[in-house]
């Protein structure tokens, strides 16, 4: 196979959760196609006909919480006015043969991020994005105190239209569900069954590599190098508690997930020192993507302990993690009908370009 990026096309599965895997076909990406375009951004700091902007407080429902600076508000957390779940809902089900159904029991609620209606994430101070982050703990725990019931809580957030974003104004959101997510089940699935087998987090283990894993990939029949992996080859940012990855199956071109250096399954745990230290990479992860990428449009998730599961082994097996997926390309119907999504971008030379973003000229 030839080592031409361009020419890459691998099958890789994902190594956290193999049953899902990911195409790499680094060619696809020379053929014409639409692409996402970056976000509209409207760098204005107050719009007068926005329901999240400071002054316009009226406009949405009374805050749930507050976090304010000297005379302002910083951070304010409202109910969805349009809730996919509800807590007026009674949490009923009804089974009626191989129909069963489940009350949209819930709560869904809006994090205002910042006062400042136009600022992009990566714009914020760490103090202030760690103050962000402090506000998903304390309301996470608020929400799971509030209801048996409630057995997980997603926080995301989506920025542009793409990524199904409805107001400008940056904020991000949280759904308390009575159920846990697929996806998040799955990934405690098989990291508890991965400790079971190997004794120690798949998490832990994927960082490792990351950090100290060399390697080179030859062609069976012609013994010629195909590949050379080296440390920090999927490494895009570092610091003392917290290390930004490129997956190896990344899903999106340019998706990266940020992990804690050591154990940690339950983001509620963490402690507020180490706040502003994920905040630090979190921004300049966010800084690179937007200098690669000019404004793309993303989600970002957290993906952490479910609720009770503290009690069984679930602690050992599983670690906490933030994702990033910019939403570069529009899924097709290979990848709906198939469910293999298609990376046009080989990961490794995704890492590389974002590795190689100056930041002092950044972010100051």
């Known amino acids: 196979m030839a080592t031409d990026e361009r020419e890459v096309r691998e099958i890789r599965l994902d190594p956290v959760v193999p049953t899902e895997s990911v195409l790499v076909s680094t060619v696809r990406n020379l053929r014409p196609r639409k692409k996402e375009q970056p976000a509209p951004r409207d760098t204005r700091s107050q719009v007068k006909e ?14 749930i919480a507050e976090y304010r600076e000297q005379d302002h508000w910083t951070i304010r957390i409202v109910e969805n006015l349009y809730p996919v779940l509800s807590s ?7 089974n009626e043969g191989l129909r069963q159904a489940i009350d949209g029991y819930g709560r869904h609620e809006v994090i205002i991020d910042h006062h400042n209606h136009g600022i992009a994430i990566h714009e914020m101070t760490e103090q202030h994005l760690g103050r962000l982050f402090s506000a998903y703990q304390t309301r996470m725990t608020e929400l799971y105190r509030s209801d048996p019931r409630l057995r997980y809580v997603l926080v995301f957030k989506n920025f542009g239209p793409a990524a199904g974003a ?24 098989f990291s508890a069954a991965y400790h079971r087998q190997h004794h120690h987090c798949v998490y832990c283990a994927l960082i490792n590599d990351a950090l100290s894993f060399t390697a080179t990939v030859y062609d069976r029949e012609t013994g010629e190098s195909q590949r050379q992996l080296h440390v920090d080859t999927y490494v895009v940012e570092k610091s003392e508690h917290f290390i930004a990855i490129k997956p190896f199956a990344s ?19 963490v402690p507020q020192e180490m706040l502003l230290d994920f905040a630090g990479v979190f921004r300049n992860t966010m ?12 989600n970002y998730f957290l993906h952490t302990l479910p609720h009770n599961f503290s009690e069984q082994n679930y602690r050992h097996s599983y670690h906490w993690h933030l994702e990033i997926c910019p939403r570069t390309s529009i899924p097709s119907g290979f990848e709906l009908g198939s469910g293999l999504h298609v990376n046009t971008v ?4 995704a890492a590389k370009q974002l590795r190689e973003i100056q930041l002092q000229t950044l972010t100051g």
């Open 251 to 269: 899903r999106f071109e340019w998706e990266i997930h940020i992990l804690p250096l050591n154990h940690q399954a339950d983001f509620i745990d």
């Open 50 to 63: 926005c329901p999240f902007c400071a002054g316009n407080e009226s406009m949405t429902p009374q805050a």
């Open 88 to 94: 007026a809902a009674q949490g009923t089900t009804f």
């Open 166 to 189: 409805s107001i400008p104004h940056t904020h991000s959101q949280m759904i308390a569900l009575p159920v846990i997510p697929e996806n998040v089940q799955a990934e405690v699935h």
């Open 287 to 298: 800084a690179r993507l937007d200098a690669v990428l000019g404004g793309a449009q993303y």
């Open 346 to 349: 080989s990961p490794e030379a």
